[in-house]
């Protein structure tokens, strides 16, 4: 009996702590801005293993940019869309 107890509270305990912290989740967002830029592209310069990561960090974070102008995109044809009664 006792030992049955112990398994719910620690299954109360380890639930109480999922559901808190799915709430309170937050997106990562980089904000390196422009001296992160210059500091990422002086690395890409070096070659070797940190220049390659430093030009694939660079170009993940141009291809984010290239993605959420066409999200933006996508929904302003929607809303037209929407509109048009399509």
């Known amino acids: 009996m006792r030992h049955g107890r112990r398994i719910g509270a620690m299954v109360a305990i380890f639930a109480a702590g999922w559901l808190c912290g799915a ?3 937050r ?3 980089a904000q390196l801005g422009d001296v992160g830029k ?3 592209d002086k ?3 070096q070659g070797g293993a940190l ?3 430093a030009k ?3 170009s ?3 291809i984010q940019k290239n993605l959420d102008a066409l999200q933006k995109n996508v929904d302003t044809l929607k809303s037209i869309q ?3 009664g399509g």
């Open 43 to 45: 690395a890409g310069e």
């Open 23 to 25: 709430v309170t989740q």
């Open 56 to 58: 694939l960090g660079t």
């Open 38 to 40: 210059s500091v990422m």
């Open 82 to 84: 929407s509109l048009l």
């Open 60 to 62: 993940i974070g141009d």
């Open 51 to 53: 220049g390659a990561a």
């Open 27 to 29: 997106n990562a967002h």
